[in-house]
């Protein structure tokens, strides 16, 4: 079965630009999530959706992160304008949502330098 | 504060030894779910092991198990006969909450290195 797939693996950008990475869940998941990893803050989750609809989305840094997910095969996470403290792994994660012991599996992660 | 805590930023290990990993949470839920996940230098996060603060007994998968103990709120990963495979960061996680909560809280990780 395929698990979650993230596009692209790597970025490399121009501070001041907008990055878009993508996410596809787990075929059969209804909650999915956007994490990001970094040395200093360790694993954060940003947002999560269930069943396409965002639920807590206080992780966002700010108003330059956003979050949508147009259907249950499809996620996006946007970043307008990127700065250099926006550099770090960026995870997504998928999970069957309605059973408690259901872990999350994640995609490969997308490796974001902000230049 | 605070909500999972382990205290080990590195490991190293002889092969073939056992480990045990610390994890310690924080939490006034009755109902959570804790988690261990591994993290190998290729940079993906496999699952590893699940342990709910209802089951009675210590989840075990392979030669992963847990050592589960409610009163003291620690949740230590035990891995047997330690592989160089073994070698990556592990991380703890917590789920607070019943079903549809499904928010995870992960800790800093610890990095182990098992030598030949």
């Known amino acids: 079965d395929a698990g979650v797939i993230q596009s692209p693996r790597h970025e490399v950008t121009e501070m001041g630009q907008e990055v878009t990475l993508r996410c596809k869940p787990i075929s059969g998941h209804n909650s999915l999530f956007w994490y990001r990893q970094t040395m200093m803050r360790g694993l954060e989750l940003l947002i999560y959706f269930n069943n396409n609809v965002p639920i807590d989305d206080s992780g966002m840094p700010e108003d330059r992160f956003s979050a949508k997910m147009p259907n249950a095969s499809f996620s996006t996470l946007k970043i307008q304008p990127s700065e250099p403290r926006d550099s770090a792994v960026y995870f997504c994660?998928?999970?069957?949502?309605?059973?408690?012991?259901?872990?999350?599996?994640f995609g490969d992660g997308t490796r974001l330098s902000i230049l | 504060a605070q909500k999972i805590t382990q205290t080990q930023p590195g490991m190293f290990v002889q092969e073939k030894e056992a480990v045990t990993l610390d994890c310690t949470y924080d939490t006034s839920d009755q109902s959570y779910g804790l988690f261990w996940y591994k993290q190998p230098s290729s940079g993906e996060m496999i699952f590893l092991i699940y342990q709910g603060s209802y089951d009675e007994q210590n989840a075990t998968e392979g030669r992963y198990s847990l050592n589960f103990q409610k009163a003291r709120k620690s949740a230590n990963l035990v891995i047997s006969a330690s592989q160089l495979g073994d070698s990556a960061m592990y991380f703890c996680a917590m789920r607070e909450g019943s079903q549809g909560a499904q928010k995870l809280v992960f800790g800093q990780g610890t990095r182990l290195t098992i030598n030949p």
């Open positions: 994660a998928s999970s069957w949502g309605q059973v408690s012991n259901q872990p999350q599996h």
